[in-house]
């Protein structure tokens, strides 16, 4: 009689085959349909230049791009090309509502706003970036790149540098990864060394604030200041933004403990008691 196969594949003493998990159908499929998704955020409007920007073949990117075109998370414009759809707008909303920081930020915004009439925004910390959370404009017409949603880098503005208070092992390889490739070697006033760097973020942890002084944008600068948990953990922060004729450096320094203010009323609302 034959012995099964089996037994014979034992006796060779190869391994029986394992199945990766990592790499299931199911899995693989809500892989690739998030990185298409996050192709036509990077602006990959076209099959093409999306299947080139995942990896993946043409035929299933195809099928991709019209399941998430049924299901609303992508929509196709006139002319063929695919833009972000309606299923992501409510999600995104409903994620900032849920979002206790949001919600507790509020009213603190409103009244800040009304109080220093120029831009306050509101963000987090998301993999390594600056994600904007809410912003309200200010009302002297002044027009800056940020925007809810939008991320910026975390060492090259003030909001990002309040977020990062905490955090002094981080400073060096943060602003290392985010110095434009184009910086030189000298200290321009939008871009400083290293060393130089890490001695303002000290300065700015003492003092329990941060500036951006044009260092993202020309012509933009702006008062940030963290916004604490129940634990006394950085969760968020806040910024005062206006343009230059706007922010001479007296009033950077007349809006420190305004915005230290009003960030310490929403840390209040989470819970953060100063010991």
């Given at each position: 009689?034959?012995r099964?196969?089996?037994?014979?594949?034992?006796?060779?003493?190869?391994?029986?085959?394992?199945?990766?998990?990592?790499?299931?159908?199911?899995?693989?499929?809500?892989?690739?349909?998030?990185?298409?998704?996050?192709?036509?955020?990077?602006?990959?409007?076209?099959?093409?230049?999306?299947?080139?920007?995942?990896?993946?073949?043409?035929?299933?990117?195809?099928?991709?791009?019209?399941?998430?075109?049924?299901?609303?998370?992508?929509?196709?414009?006139?002319?063929?090309?695919?833009?972000?759809?309606?299923?992501l707008?409510?999600?995104?909303?409903q994620?900032?509502?849920?979002?206790?920081?949001?919600?507790?930020?509020?009213?603190?915004?409103?009244?800040?706003?009304?109080?220093?009439?120029?831009?306050?925004?509101?963000?987090i910390e998301?993999?390594?970036q600056?994600?904007?959370?809410?912003?309200?404009?200010?009302?002297?017409?002044?027009v800056?790149?940020?925007?809810?949603?939008?991320?910026?880098?975390?060492?090259?503005?003030?909001?990002?540098?309040?977020?990062?208070?905490?955090?002094?092992?981080?400073?060096?390889?943060?602003?290392?990864?985010?110095?434009?490739?184009?910086?030189g070697?000298?200290?321009?006033?939008?871009?400083?060394?290293?060393?130089?760097?890490?001695?303002?973020?000290?300065?700015?942890?003492?003092?329990?604030?941060?500036?951006?002084?044009?260092?993202?944008?020309?012509?933009?600068?702006?008062v940030?200041?963290?916004?604490?948990?129940?634990?006394?953990?950085?969760?968020?922060?806040?910024?005062?933004?206006?343009?230059?004729?706007?922010?001479?450096?007296?009033?950077?320094?007349?809006?420190?403990?305004?915005?230290?203010?009003?960030?310490?009323?929403?840390?209040?609302?989470?819970?953060?008691?100063?010991?």
């Amino acid at each position: 009689m034959r012995r099964p196969r089996v037994a014979r594949a034992r006796r060779s003493g190869r391994p029986r085959p394992r199945r990766d998990r990592r790499r299931s159908p199911g899995t693989q499929t809500l892989a690739r349909g998030i990185a298409v998704v996050n192709a036509v955020a990077r602006g990959r409007s076209r099959l093409r230049e999306i299947a080139e920007e995942t990896g993946v073949g043409r035929s299933t990117t195809h099928r991709l791009l019209q399941l998430l075109l049924a299901t609303g998370y992508l929509r196709q414009l006139d002319d063929g090309a695919y833009a972000l759809g309606p299923a992501l707008i409510e999600l995104g909303y409903q994620a900032l509502q849920e979002n206790p920081v949001t919600a507790i930020a509020a009213p603190v915004l409103r009244r800040l706003a009304e109080r220093v009439h120029d831009t306050v925004h509101l963000a987090i910390e998301d993999r390594g970036q600056v994600l904007y959370l809410d912003k309200i404009p200010g009302t002297r017409g002044a027009v800056m790149r940020s925007q809810i949603g939008h991320r910026m880098p975390l060492t090259r503005t003030g909001i990002g540098k309040a977020l990062l208070l905490d955090s002094p092992e981080r400073w060096s390889d943060r602003f290392l990864a985010e110095r434009p490739v184009t910086a030189g070697q000298g200290l321009a006033r939008d871009v400083l060394t290293v060393d130089a760097f890490v001695q303002v973020m000290h300065a700015s942890a003492g003092r329990g604030v941060a500036f951006d002084l044009e260092e993202n944008e020309p012509g933009i600068l702006c008062v940030a200041a963290p916004v604490r948990d129940t634990s006394g953990s950085i969760v968020a922060a806040i910024s005062v933004t206006a343009t230059r004729p706007y922010m001479p450096p007296e009033r950077l320094e007349a809006l420190v403990p305004i915005v230290h203010d009003a960030a310490a009323r929403i840390s209040a609302g989470l819970g953060w008691r100063l010991s």
